[in-house]
């Protein structure tokens, strides 16, 4: 037996072939828990599954989700990958996991964002969204994923139905994100505006009213995506700005929307901003995590801010103590190896990002 992988880059997307000796190989090293796999081995092996046919890939990340004992790091990043596969076999497995209070913040976020990725527009998935965003228990960050992605289902499920010409055209970045990017014809001023605009200090109320909360969360975070698009220095800093400063969102979820598209962009404008989210032990921890990681893609794309990044990365990969919540401060120092194997990899001069075993060959392809 062998394997399909696609894997994505930048511009093309490409298929290997690898033996089930090398699946096997992956499987192993993306299920030990222990230290002799490395988190950040762990999180290649990830990717070279995610890029997998999905009758292989799927029972794999499902049992990672499940059985992880340790990294909720890991666990998110599988959720993260079941939405980017867009397979409805993940839906009821997203949906416990979305509505389970014992789980961690970040991987009931990303399963809820997940199932706004897969669109699974089923009564079981659009009610469990609904639930969420009412819930008064659920933190705010979670009930605007569900939100945004009763938006997002909302409007596939309408595309379809129709047979939209006017549908979002595919992410530049291969990523399936959470919102469509605004008009590209829209002025950076107004995207500015857009985004930096408003006072939304008390986020989502428990009787808000779900379409009203998304199109707002909807609106910045179509500024975000035609910022991120756009790529110029001047939108880097408008994303900078969201981030810290007098004009930082209250949204802990739209700042880590922020620092995630940042390090798509690879722009060295980004670095300090990025440094300083990093560094800020009262910042929400998903957007330190989304920091970090966006840290390694940016210093791994430009030389001139590598130094400061890498000191940066090091300094809380090292750290006991960044976060008082100890679950909290291992995603930290997780986020912070995997960030400095990204950038070790591109000192490397090694193009792609998962493991491949007998090819030695990896690809890049995270979407958060």
Known sequence: MSAAVD????AAVVQLTLPSSSVA?????LHDATEATPIALRHRCLFSMRNM???IAFPVLA????SEPRS????????YALGQMRSEKASAMLREVATNPNEHAMVRHEAAEALGAIADTSEETTQTL???????EAPRELRETAALAIRRMNKRKAEALTESANAAAPSPYLSVDPADPLD?????????????????????SADANAEDVANDLERRYGAIFALRDRGSDDCARVLCRSL????????ALLRHEVAYVLGQMENAEATDTLVACLSDDDEHVMVRHEAAEALGAVAASNSTCRDVARSALERFRSSAETTADAVDALIVRESCEVALDLLAREERGEFEYVYIPDTKRSVSGKRE
């Open 7 to 10: 894997v994505e880059g930048t």
């Open 25 to 29: 190989d992956i499987t192993q090293k």
């Open 53 to 55: 046919a999905t009758d």
């Open 63 to 66: 049992q990672t989700l499940d």
């Open 72 to 79: 909720q790091l890991l666990r998110h990043e599988v959720a």
């Open 130 to 136: 609904q639930a969420l965003v009412k819930s008064p």
């Open 184 to 204: 590209p014809s829209t002025s950076t001023e107004t995207l500015e505006q857009t985004l930096l605009g408003g006072d939304d200090e008390g986020g989502i």
């Open 244 to 251: 810290v400063g007098d004009v930082r969102n209250p949204s």
